[in-house]
């Protein structure tokens, strides 16, 4: 399959809290990640998962840190959707 | 300032924290001040009874944050040591959620840098708490 | 207000005082935020090194101004319990001297009751510290 | 020496901390001071023992409570020296 549709990659988006219950699951895929923006992967969501948008907000964390909007995702990061937070 | 390895302690775990353990982390014989904040699971929520809590966590980067909130505190209110202790999974009512400890010469540092890490906690550590009610459950914070 | 015989807890003592005992009697179901501010001998005082004090109470009213304190914190920042313990006789460095614990629904009255109550205690509360250095004693804060 | 000496009244006044030291003990005499007024007796305390008015200052307690200047000291009153606390 990888070697038949090279030009589609998709990536592993991890989810945590209600994320995963938008997701249906810990974690969702996405289309043709690597090499776009936060903010273009913000975009490709929400157009993937409206539910998303219901939420008071949410941030993308690259590489267990919180990611810009401009910071561009790479091939083997760790990318995860963190809904807004709920600790203490 | 002091090498971080030995003045900051913190932790993520599924078993219940250790007030004791976090008073004997902090305290030192240049400190007079200790403060200590503990977070417990309250049976009320916004006038509901709650049942329980869930507490989810994305652990590699919680224990990061915690790490990067722990030293910000100490360098910007000269604190002696930090301890932050965050517990995750299944929570009951008077169970402990989270234990900040901090130690400094003087007391009023030592209550303003612990506030501080209780509060900054809150805004940027992924961890998510699910409510449990009599009626149903959800992720708190989530929706406006 | 609660019955201020169980939410007041406070205790002037030449043994050793207990963190957990005071954490024991304010946590309560109702509480999100606990509070504890832990003063500790230090060795080094205004530059000079410290080899260990002594403490003088005039015990009955050092207990009752602790009592007014408790009560007056509880009653204006809305706590649910306070503990109040205080230490007497000689301690060396790195001893408790004093513990004060609060509880409240949420964490920012729980703060401020906390650190108001020590700021209150060094200004009235009948206790008076005798510190020895090497080269002598003093009364400490007696004289000009 | 009670029967031939009634109109000189003596009371124990207690000292903690400093004060125990410029009194030489855990408690100093003073004549004459009940029904005087706590003004009075701080002005009687310093004329027999000048040294309290090196202290940066010192309070009176009437019966375990701090006393205000004007108030009337009774006969069966514990009254106690408090020098600047230092707790906590």
Known sequence: ?88 | MADPTTTIDVALRDQPLDLDACYRFVQHSSCGGLCFFVGTIRDLNLGYPVTHLEFDAYDGMAVREMEKLAVAARDRFGLHAVALHHRKGDLAIGDVAVIVAVSSVHRAPAFEGCEWIIDELKKSVPIWKKEFRGDGSHWLNARP
């Open chain 1, 1 to 88: 399959m990888d070697k038949l549709a090279p030009l589609i990659e998709h990536m592993k988006i991890l989810c945590f809290g209600v994320a995963r219950e938008i997701a249906g699951g810990p974690s969702l895929q996405l289309q043709d990640v690597a090499g776009k923006s936060v903010s273009e992967l913000r975009t490709a969501l929400l157009r993937q998962y409206p539910a998303f948008a219901e939420l008071t907000g949410f941030a993308v964390a690259r590489n267990e840190a919180y990611a810009t909007d401009d910071e561009v995702i790479g091939q083997d990061d760790e990318v995860v959707i963190i809904p807004p937070v709920s600790g203490g």
